[in-house]
């Protein structure tokens, strides 16, 4: 019997939030998951898993470029935005786009596929409050510059590579982790859970397991070179976001104004719940079969995994 050649994913970030849960898949698909490691509990966390660490850091460029040069498949998930609750994101930019350099340099002219992470809040929201897409306007004013890594990615296709830029929605969520757990946490400090206005701006939300599922779709089917919305249908409001980690919390929920909130939050995280963005996936339904299946943001939040980061909180033991 003839044995079929096991394809390699390399993957940045694979043992952070959704690099672990997309390293999982993989694995359990028959990938073998080479993942960057920077560090012997990242090592210990990834073998764990079954993946292969690879001993560097985002910006250890000959070491990104031997291993993509060596890998079928490569994603880059490693959170470079460390100045996220900063207006200045000059370095982040940089840092990100050295990194795809070096990725490029292993694989032009092959036709492997590089996707990356990127974030719907990229567009524009709709004036009229109706939903976004892929081919909506960049909003260039936003709160960050995200969207020049990603053009930046997607301009490297005319060096015989096929890019790949998924759309993760501003809150994912699911196991207890993420945004939600840090805003929950922030709440309960200064003893109240905020929404801007009255709280009706609706945004995206995707759970981490349905996030790695469509990461692997794509890593699977590899279709052209395209941009993938990662959000599921069911929009909520940031009001019923703030009152249900509220009510989680045991404390009371209260409105403020933009500039309150930025007061409060600090600029990005002020802007940020602030946001709305009403982002649809019918295109990765419709061209990749990918439909979310776990249970909704406020769901998990009321009586999933953050019932337990909620009674943590409140116990002091995190």
């Not at 998924?166 to 946490?185: D, E, K, Q, W």
């Not at 409105?255 to 600090?266: D, F």
């Not at 909704?296 to 995190?318: M, T």
Request: hydrophobic share 40%; with cysteine; aromatic share 6%.
């Amino acid at each position: 019997m003839t044995q079929v050649q096991r394809k390699t994913i390399f993957i940045t970030g694979a043992s952070g939030y959704i690099g672990s849960k997309i390293t999982e898949l993989a694995i359990a698909d028959g990938f073998i998951v080479r993942g960057l490691s920077r560090s012997a509990k990242n090592d210990d966390k990834l073998r764990a898993i079954g993946a292969e660490p690879v001993r560097g850091s985002i910006a250890s460029f000959d070491v990104l470029t031997v291993e993509s040069a060596k890998a079928d498949i490569v994603m880059h998930l490693v959170d470079t935005w460390r100045a996220r609750f900063n207006e200045d994101y000059s370095a982040v930019v940089r840092d990100h786009n050295l990194a795809i350099d070096a990725f490029v340099k292993g694989i032009q002219g092959t036709m492997k596929p590089l996707i990356i992470a990127s974030g719907s809040a990229v567009v524009k929201p709709d004036p009229e409050h109706n939903e976004t897409d892929e081919t909506s306007p960049i909003n260039t004013e936003g709160i960050n510059r995200r969207y020049q890594c990603e053009q930046y990615a997607l301009d490297q296709e005319s060096k015989g590579v096929r890019v790949y830029s998924i759309r993760l929605a501003p809150y994912v969520y699911g196991h207890g982790g993420s945004g939600i757990a840090v805003f929950m946490r922030l709440a309960l400090q200064r003893g109240t859970s905020v929404y801007v206005g009255d709280g009706s701006r609706r945004t995206s939300t995707v759970h981490v397991n349905d996030a790695a599922h469509l990461f692997m779709l794509v890593a699977k089917q590899t279709p052209a070179s395209s941009i993938y919305n990662c959000t599921s249908d069911d929009y909520v409001t940031v009001g019923d976001l703030a009152k249900g980690m509220a009510e989680a919390l045991g404390i009371p929920v209260q409105s403020v104004t933009e500039e309150e909130a930025i007061a409060q939050l600090g600029p990005f995280l002020g802007k940020f719940i602030s946001l709305e963005n009403i982002a649809s996936s019918a295109k990765a339904v419709r061209e990749l079969g990918w439909k979310p299946k776990e249970a909704g943001i406020l769901e998990d939040i009321a009586a999933g995994s953050y019932v337990v980061v909620a009674e943590s909180l409140k116990s002091g033991s995190s």
